[in-house]
């Protein structure tokens, strides 16, 4: 029992070492160039604030074991106007870089928002090749699977949609699939909860160990500070003969939050983040020409008498089947099923952000 613990207690421990080397580091300048010392860089996430730094004597600043998600960044210094940098993705694995520059104070400005961050197209100190799907782009894409989701990537392959990827010629089965650090099989999470998606095809880093086809890496949502919630209806029954049906929920928020010096609740230091959903369909891959069955009445003619006799011959029954004896189906019979999926995340705040 005690190894057993031991085993899982290291996995955990690995599984936040792949995550913890995602960082948000940068330069903060002033309009002339000159490096910004001791500036105050903030980082807040959904509204909130995450964490805080300080700029060094070359106005450099780093957010170390961070996770993957999208930020907005805020710079102050006396005599500058307050910068804020909104929607700044942050890749999983990555060493991602945003540099700032402020502006003086002299013209009277209270804050510059700056709301259209693009990513750079070159990545420094990256070495892995493939791409990064954000939560947003994944709302936007007209398929609810995962390998559908990743087969959007350069390099990837699948017969189908949904079916098992190949990355760059490998086999279905050299492709490894990580959720928030930790290597999994089988079904994996509903996309509804997924963060980022990160496909890696080549330059492979050690951390993933001895990999021959690519990486398939799904870092989850996390909780929120509020309570919030969402629920997900959707069916074909009225538009198509499949009967697709599917039903989800999600429900976020803290558990225990931190006592203010006046008493009031501050920041959530504990929180939880639950979904659900159930899928009900006829065929996930309905075929393009109609299915003949033999109907049940006539299909228990043929298992009493499969042979009949005709002028002194026997003949199989079912040879002399009409297209009466048959239905013509829009789905393949057998392919029905239902699936439940159940996730659960609770994150701890063990350090305190630095106030800004």
């Given at each position: 029992?005690?190894?057993?613990?031991?085993?899982?207690?290291?996995?955990?421990?690995?599984?936040?070492?792949?995550?913890?080397?995602?960082?948000?580091?940068?330069?903060?300048?002033?309009?002339?160039?000159?490096?910004?010392?001791?500036?105050?860089?903030?980082?807040?996430?959904?509204?909130?604030?995450?964490?805080?730094?300080?700029?060094?004597?070359?106005?450099?600043?780093?957010?170390?074991?961070?996770?993957?998600?999208?930020?907005?960044?805020?710079?102050?210094?006396?005599?500058?106007?307050?910068?804020?940098?909104?929607?700044?993705?942050?890749?999983a694995g990555k060493a991602?870089?945003?540099?700032?520059?402020?502006?003086?104070?002299a013209v009277n400005l209270d804050e510059v928002v700056v709301t259209s961050y693009k990513v750079p197209l070159v990545e420094q100190d990256n070495t892995t090749q493939g791409a990064t799907i954000t939560s947003d782009q994944i709302k936007n894409l007209p398929t609810r699977n995962i390998n559908a989701l990743a087969a959007t990537t350069a390099g990837l392959a699948s017969a189908d949609e949904g079916d098992a990827i190949a990355v760059r010629g490998s086999r279905s089965n050299a492709t490894d699939y990580y959720v928030d650090g930790i290597r999994v099989q089988g079904n994996l999470i509903p996309?509804?909860?997924?963060?980022?998606?990160?496909?890696?095809?080549?330059?492979?880093?050690?951390?993933?160990?001895?990999?021959?086809?690519?990486?398939?890496?799904?870092?989850?949502?996390?909780?929120?500070?509020?309570?919030?919630?969402?629920?997900?209806?959707?069916?074909?029954?009225?538009?198509?003969?499949?009967?697709?049906?599917?039903?989800?929920?999600?429900?976020?928020?803290?558990?225990?939050?931190?006592?203010?010096?006046d008493g009031t609740k501050g920041e959530s230091i504990l929180g939880f983040r639950l979904a659900g959903r159930l899928t009900d369909q006829l065929d996930d891959d309905p075929p393009a020409t109609a299915v003949f069955r033999v109907k049940d009445n006539v299909l228990a003619d043929l298992q009493a008498n499969p042979v009949i006799q005709r002028g002194g011959n026997s003949f199989i029954a079912a040879?002399?089947?009409?297209?009466?004896?048959?239905?013509?189906?829009?789905?393949?019979?057998?392919?029905?099923?239902?699936?439940?999926?159940?996730?659960?995340?609770?994150?701890?705040?063990?350090?305190?952000?630095?106030?800004?």
């Open positions: 029992m005690v190894r057993n613990l031991l085993v899982l207690f290291v996995l955990l421990l690995s599984g936040a070492a792949v995550f913890g080397q995602t960082s948000l580091q940068g330069e903060v300048v002033d309009d002339t160039g000159e490096p910004i010392i001791f500036g105050s860089v903030a980082l807040y996430k959904n509204g909130v604030l995450e964490t805080g730094t300080e700029t060094d004597f070359d106005g450099n600043y780093s957010f170390n074991e961070i996770d993957p998600g999208t930020y907005d960044v805020e710079v102050s210094y006396v005599g500058y106007n307050k910068q804020r940098v909104e929607d700044v993705k942050v890749f991602n870089r945003l540099d700032i520059t402020m502006t003086s104070d996309e509804s909860e997924i963060e980022q998606l990160q496909v890696i095809t080549g330059g492979i880093e050690a951390q993933y160990g001895d990999v021959t086809g690519g990486i398939i890496s799904i870092t989850t949502k996390g909780p929120s500070s509020q309570f919030s919630g969402g629920v997900e209806v959707e069916t074909s029954q009225f538009t198509d003969p499949y009967d697709q049906s599917l039903v989800g929920f999600n429900l976020s928020g803290p558990i225990i939050k931190r006592r203010n010096e040879d002399f089947l009409t297209n009466e004896d048959v239905d013509a189906l829009d789905f393949r019979p057998n392919e029905q099923y239902t699936r439940y999926d159940l996730t659960g995340k609770i994150d701890a705040r063990l350090s305190d952000a630095i106030d800004i």
